[in-house]
Structures are given as structure tokens and as C-alpha cells.
């Protein structure tokens, strides 16, 4: 059998048992003295304990409703930001909307603009003119641009070709729907020109000459007789050549080049065309139909006028 042993308590239990007996025999007094103030001074009344209540709670309450107000504060705070950002990425989307829609806007109004400038043009020359845009560039080693134009329409080798500020090349080879034209800054390019104050080779002192493309100086004019003419001089298409119509424009004087001889002058001449930006070009296919008509009209009033008798 077991034998029950029962521990003696020691000083440290005996400790414990005064402390919570101390710890409700404040609870009981705490209830008394509230019950008595209760009865004699009411709820709606003053009393003590109230008042002592809320001198220690009311610091304690202070604190609280500032820790809340910080709270709903910080809570709004981060509410407002969140709503922020995303109203900034809406109005990021939507810039990136309007630029767009701008960038789009200044490529039509540039496009406008170049076939207003080709229809001017057009509509000045004596020539039939078809319009053309530039799809792409050719091969190497040639300087080439592809045109979406072939013989569909009309277009045949040697055709000229220019753009709204001056010559481009002419029709090097061409395909049902397509046609590669050959610079006039390609080596194998050469036109006779004349330097001019304006487009005609009849008016004022004119110099005659040779303009060739050239692989590092673009265009290379060697004028006839040796003459010096100021930077900036406009050179033009001349009547002899056997492609390209009479006073087209072909760039302007830019600069002397050496050449080591004293009677030899050559001139480097800049484009009025800017080929990496050209994008729309006229093909000029043959005469327009009033001139050729007017042409074959006084062909046939020349040969219907009698021959002249020889006198006796």
C-alpha cells in the first residue's frame, strides 16, 4: 500500500497565500467604496471614485484617440497614395496614348505636305508625272532606291525621276509592279548641267558643265572653261542631255575641290534632295498630253506648207 505523504508548507507558500489574501482583501474594499459612493452621491452626481477613475483613465483615453486619429490618418494617407498611383499610371497610359496619336498626326501632316509640294511640281512641269513612294533601297554597290511602280503603269528604263526639291536619278531597271532607279550621286551617274541665278539657260551669263556622282563627295561639278562659281550658286538640269528635261534642279555649289591642275576646277555641289528622308518621288513618263498634241499640231502645219518655187 501506498503511504500519502503530505509536503509541509514553508515560508515561501505561507508568502504567497498572505499576498493574494492582501490582493482580495483590496478587491472586497475596492466594491465597498464603490458601492458606498453609489449610494450616496449617485451616478449622475460627482463622487470621488469617479473622479479618481478619471484622472488616472483619462490620460490613458487621451492617448488612445491620438494613436487612433494616426492611425485612420496614416490608413488614409496610404489609401490617397495607392489611389494616386494608379491614378498616375492612367495618366501615363494615356500620355502614351496622346503621344502617339501625335507622332501618327505629324507623319500625315508631313505626308500631306510632300504631295502638296509634288502636286505644285507636278502641275508646273510639261511633263506626265507619276507619283511614286519609295519602298526600299537596292543593292550594294550601286546607289539605288526602290519605287513601287512598274511597267503596269507606264513606267520604262531611262524614265527621269525627281522630288519636290530637285532631281532624284532616273529608271535604271523595272518589273511589272516595281522599279529600281539609280541616283545621281552614284559614280555611274553623270548630267549636263548649268549654273544659273534661275532655271533657264537663255537668261543672264550661264556656265555650262558636268555634274557626276562621286562615292565620298556625293556630287562633283566640273564646269566648262575652268569658271569659278560662288558657293551657293543653284546648278540645273541642262538641255543637252539626252534623259533628263531641261531645268530641273540638282543642288547648289558647295564647295572648291583641289585637283592639282590650274586649269582644271572642280566644285563639290549638295543635293537639293535629301535621299534619307525621300519618301514620295514623281516618275516623269513622257509629255503631257496638250503639249504633245501641240507639237504634232505644228509637225503637220510644217509639213502640209508648200515648197517654196525656186525663182527663174
Known sequence: MGVLRFRESGPQDRQILSERRVRFLCFILLILISLICLSRWGVRHRNPL?????????????????????????????????????????????????????????NLDGENRRLRRLHGLSSHLPWEALPAEVIGKGGEPLQTILLNQGTLAGVAVNQPVVGSRGLVGRVLAVRSHACLVLRITDPNSAVGVFAAEVP????????????????????????????????????????????????????????????????????????????????????????KREQALSLRAQAGALLAEPEPRPTP
Open 50 to 106: 469617479g473622479e479618481a477613475l478619471s484622472f488616472v483613465l483619462d490620460p490613458l483615453q487621451n492617448a488612445y484617440s491620438r494613436w487612433l486619429q494616426r492611425s485612420e490618418a496614416r490608413v488614409m494617407s496610404w489609401s490617397r497614395l495607392i489611389e494616386l498611383q494608379a491614378k498616375s499610371e492612367q495618366l501615363k497610359a494615356e500620355n502614351e496614348r496622346l503621344r502617339q496619336q501625335l507622332a501618327l498626326l505629324q
Open 200 to 287: 533657264d539657260e537663255a537668261s543672264g551669263e550661264v556656265v555650262a558643265g558636268i555634274v557626276s556622282g562621286h562615292a565620298t563627295q556625293g556630287l562633283v561639278l566640273e564646269p566648262r572653261g575652268g569658271a569659278a562659281l560662288p558657293t551657293g550658286y543653284p546648278v540645273f538640269t541642262s538641255s543637252i542631255s539626252t534623259i533628263y528635261p531641261a531645268g530641273l534642279l540638282v543642288g547648289h555649289v558647295a564647295e572648291n575641290l583641289e585637283t592639282g591642275y590650274s586649269l582644271q576646277r572642280r566644285q563639290r555641289v549638295r543635293s537639293a534632295v535629301d535621299f534619307e528622308r525621300l519618301r514620295e518621288v514623281l516618275i516623269l513618263t513622257g509629255l
